[in-house]
């Protein structure tokens, strides 16, 4: 079993659309959560983190974590063109304990906004 | 320049070739590591470097050579590699290993292996 679980889709919604995308996971210690985005030809770029339960918001962007559950979810309101490209879950235990913090990542889903 | 800077942004290498990819941050970070994002694949972390010194290789073979001569540059050196190892190889810096959240990658060397 992966540690962690990404539909990597694609995803094709049209503009203007609620986007909820998602990841599963296998690490009870994990407790700092990330999604990332990547467009075609760039790296990664961190869209919104969070640390243990519970929900964030930032404009169009709102993030959820379940821990009960191992569920976290990114959901994209008024979707935009603008957001195509990969998102990509990823999350760290407890980096206090170790000597680096580790990320772990799924694979990606690959989002398309059609006008 | 700022930011995380990768070169070549793409490379076609033949299995006997040697060949070198480059990282250059111009963040003040401390820390730099390697990645490598294959198709359908989650992004693999291969190398961690701390102030130069190299604290973490992730059962990486040995036909994969990293170098960091200073905290501001990273290098991966490749030799006699094989066609699964071509993907897209990502470098990223940030403050500290500790600071998770402050991750900056570049652009990526796109490889390719024939």
């Known amino acids: 079993q992966k540690e962690v679980e990404q539909d990597p889709g694609p995803l094709s919604v049209p503009e203007g659309a609620i986007v909820s995308l998602n990841c599963t996971y296998s690490?009870?210690?994990?407790?700092?959560f990330m999604w990332y985005r990547q467009y075609s030809r760039k790296g990664p770029e961190l869209l919104m983190y969070?640390?243990?339960?519970g929900n964030k918001e930032d404009g169009r962007f709102t993030a959820q974590v379940d821990k009960s559950s191992k569920y976290i979810s990114l959901f994209i309101r008024d979707s935009q063109p603008s957001d195509s490209a990969t998102y990509l879950c990823?999350?760290?235990?407890?980096?206090?304990?170790?000597?680096?913090?580790?990320?772990?990542f799924g694979q990606g889903t690959i989002l398309t906004v059609h006008p | 320049e700022t930011g995380v800077t990768q070169t070549p942004r793409h490379l076609v290498m033949g299995m006997t070739n040697k060949k070198s990819l480059k990282c250059e941050q111009h963040?003040?970070?401390?820390?730099m590591y390697w990645y490598k994002q294959s198709a359908k694949k989650p992004l693999e972390l291969m190398f961690v470097?701390?102030?130069?010194?190299?604290?973490e290789n992730n059962s990486v073979p040995s036909r994969f050579s990293p170098e960091c001569p200073n905290s501001s540059h990273l290098f991966l050196h490749l030799h006699t590699l094989q066609p699964e190892d071509s993907a897209l190889y990502l470098c990223?810096?940030?403050?500290?290993?500790?600071?998770?959240?402050?991750?900056?990658f570049g652009s990526g060397t796109r490889l390719t292996v024939v």
């Open positions: 470097y701390n102030f130069k010194e190299q604290t």
């Open positions: 990823a999350m760290s235990g407890v980096a206090g304990g170790t000597s680096y913090g580790k990320l772990t």
């Open positions: 969070t640390y243990s339960s």
């Open positions: 963040l003040g970070h401390n820390a």
């Open positions: 990223a810096s940030s403050p500290t290993p500790r600071q998770i959240y402050g991750y900056t």
């Open positions: 690490n009870s210690a994990f407790q700092y």
